[in-house]
């Protein structure tokens, strides 16, 4: 179960600035022009009381909502950004901090290129109670842009964090992305939210969840989704008494999971398609059954076949089943106030037979 990281208090904040990569064209025709380089903080930047406020409601904000995802380190990926984090949690050190902090910097910039935004990566160390907690956010903003720089007490370089504030509140600079790591049972973990769009877009997925930091969705998309249905389908089965609610709460599923919408949120779908008196039920028995209850990426492959026909069985062994679309419009279920139903089908008939 994900932590709740509501109470995280800011300890220490570093910032690098990461430019816009020219592209080739752009080289090969302008051979006097100098690409700029990545600029590394040499120390963390000041921030008060002020400033760690906002970053703990843009941090608590962000990975408490719905919109979060549990990551683990992908076998598979770069390990890169993983072994970092192990010294990372491994080492209280703040010039070990800023040397990891400039490598990931350095990680990512490499693995940009001139279709990535400039922007700023910041890293900001919290602590919940007795947990570390480490949130990397990367700020996109427009070219052209320049944030502060200033120089620490010990005559090192850094960043204005007042200043980056401000541009993270107008709409010339942007959250797009935040991962927010943790030690737990002996491994680094992760949740990560995207701003930007679709979190579940290819190119987000490849390259900032995978290529960057090497990671993956705890569960399987496609895994999710044959949850979410079956455990709706399973609730409806069990927990609704009305014929005409068992009929509605299933349409309103089938063309959930039939919808365009890449992504699939639990509790929009509460709100669309659950009678008043049976949205804290529903939620319960999803949650019992292990359904998930946060916004996860829709993928029908494994259900696809039962969203295109549906079956209605009685208590006396009869079953009726056909199209969904066939059983919409030429079936009708009527509530005999008894506990039985009237099921009446108008079509033409084409033949019968033993089965």
Not at 169 to 190: A, N, P, R, S
Not at 303 to 312: A, D, N, P
Not at 331 to 347: A, H, Q, Y
């Amino acid at each position: 179960m994900r932590p709740n990281f509501r109470r995280l208090n800011v300890e220490e904040l570093i910032v690098h600035d990461l430019p816009k990569k020219l592209s080739r064209r752009v080289l090969r025709e302008n051979q006097d022009t100098s690409p700029e380089k990545p600029v590394f903080s040499q120390a963390p930047s000041p921030v008060n009381e002020e400033i760690k406020n906002f970053f703990h409601d843009k941090i608590t904000g962000t990975i408490g909502s719905d919109a979060a995802f549990d990551i683990v380190f992908d076998p598979s990926g770069n390990t890169i950004v993983e072994q970092l984090m192990n010294q990372y949690f491994a080492n209280n050190n703040i010039t070990t901090h800023i040397a990891i902090t400039q490598q990931i910097a350095q990680h990512l910039y490499d693995i940009q290129n001139a279709s990535n935004s400039s922007g700023l990566l910041l890293f900001v160390r919290c602590h919940d109670e007795s947990q570390t907690v480490l949130a990397i956010l990367k700020v996109e903003r427009e070219q052209g842009v320049r944030v502060k720089q200033q120089t620490s007490e010990d005559g090192l370089m850094t960043f204005n964090v007042e200043h980056i504030r401000d541009l993270m509140l107008t709409e010339k600079t942007k959250l797009f992305k935040i991962v927010l790591f943790y030690f737990e049972d002996e491994k680094v973990k992760g949740i990560i939210c995207d701003q930007q769009r679709g979190y579940y877009g290819k190119d987000i997925a490849d390259f900032f969840l995978f290529d960057f930091l090497g990671c993956k969705l705890t569960e399987a998309p496609l895994i999710l989704t044959k949850n979410f249905f079956e455990n709706t389908e399973k609730y409806i089965n069990e927990k609704i008494e009305s014929p005409e609610d068992k009929g509605t709460i299933l349409n309103h599923l089938i063309s959930e999971m039939t919808s365009n919408n890449t992504t699939l949120s639990p509790n929009a779908f509460i709100l669309r398609s659950l009678p008043a008196g049976k949205k804290d039920e529903y939620v319960q028995f999803m949650r019992e059954n292990g359904a998930p209850m946060n916004d996860f990426p829709k993928q029908i492959n494994l259900i696809e076949s039962k969203l295109k026909r549906i079956q209605m069985s009685f208590w006396s062994g009869i079953s009726v089943y056909g199209p969904i679309e066939a059983m919409d419009s030429k079936s009708t279920v009527i509530d005999l106030d008894n506990g039985e139903v009237k099921l009446e089908i108008v079509d033409l008939l084409m033949q019968v037979k033993a089965k």
